[in-house]
Nanobody, 124 residues
Framework: QVQLVESGGGLVQAGGSLRLSCAASERSFNAYGMGWFRQAPGNERVLVAAITWGGGITRYADSVKGRFTISRDKAKNTVYLQMNSLKPEDTAVYYC?????????????????WGQGTQVTVSS
């Protein structure tokens, strides 16, 4: 099974930027859509951004539109999440997942192969 490893999290001040990476263990990952989710303490895991297998179509949660950008580099088997103008409410553990249900985008159950997550903390 494809393994995903997230990295790039950290502590940043409000207004700052971070770029998260999600590296896949094998090239078969390139045939799937991917998603970035986040989970704050006491909350459920929610979709932040998603991208199709070809990279041509992206989708974002309303809360991050205009601030976050999802992209993928198939040559590197990696998906990125560029996060700009960060806010304290963006603080969460960020996870990437492989989309296995082509009929659903928003639902956590439509994804698998979750990595261990990377912590993003935004101070005010």
């Amino acid at each position: 099974q494809v393994q995903l490893v997230e990295s790039g999290g950290g502590l940043v001040q409000a207004g700052g930027s971070l770029r998260l990476s999600c590296a896949a263990s094998e090239r078969s990952f390139n045939a799937y859509g991917m998603g970035w989710f986040r989970q704050a303490p006491g909350n459920e895991r929610v979709l932040v951004a998603a991208i199709t297998w070809g990279g041509g179509i992206t989708r974002y949660a309303d809360s991050v539109k205009g601030r976050f950008t999802i992209s993928r580099d198939k040559a590197k088997n990696t998906v990125y999440l560029q996060m700009n103008s960060l806010k304290p409410e963006d603080t969460a553990v960020y996870y990437c997942g492989r989309r296995i249900d082509p009929m659903r985008v928003l639902t956590e159950a439509a994804y698998d192969s979750w990595g261990q997550g990377t912590q993003v903390t935004v101070s005010s």
